[in-house]
């Protein structure tokens, strides 16, 4: 399963920025082992880490990727809608690893894309 994200900005003056991943999640490289204090012996570790959901990476990625000025317009789109919304910025290479059902449930795959227009 794949997660859509993007994020647009406009400014006159400025353009159109638009920011696109594609990708299927697959780790959280800020997952981090809890800590917990002890009774006065400092701190412990417990065996496991605290994990995000899939959507939650892909957004923190996706954030980390254009900054958190552009991330406030950040958003989690259905494949379809993504895909009828950004066709024009979606190279056939992309596309046809996103439609392919193999590659869906198989491996580790990421896109992303940023644009700038401006046309003043």
Do not use: C
């Not at 399963?1 to 594609?22: P, Q, R, W």
């Amino acid at each position: 399963m794949y997660y859509y994200v993007a994020a647009e900005y406009f400014a006159t003056g400025e353009g159109k920025s638009v920011f696109l991943l594609i990708t299927n999640a697959t780790s959280d490289k800020n997952e981090a082992l809890p800590k917990f204090a002890s009774d006065g012996n400092g701190s412990i570790h417990i065996n496991g880490k605290l994990h995000s959901t899939k959507e939650e990476i892909a957004i923190k990625n996706f954030q980390e990727k254009i900054g958190s000025f552009f991330a406030i317009n950040t958003r989690l789109f259905e494949q379809v809608e993504f895909q009828n919304r950004f066709d024009t910025f979606i190279p056939e290479s992309v596309k046809s690893i996103i439609e392919n059902k193999e590659y869906t449930q198989n491996g580790s795959f990421e896109w992303f894309q940023s644009f700038h227009l401006n046309l003043g």
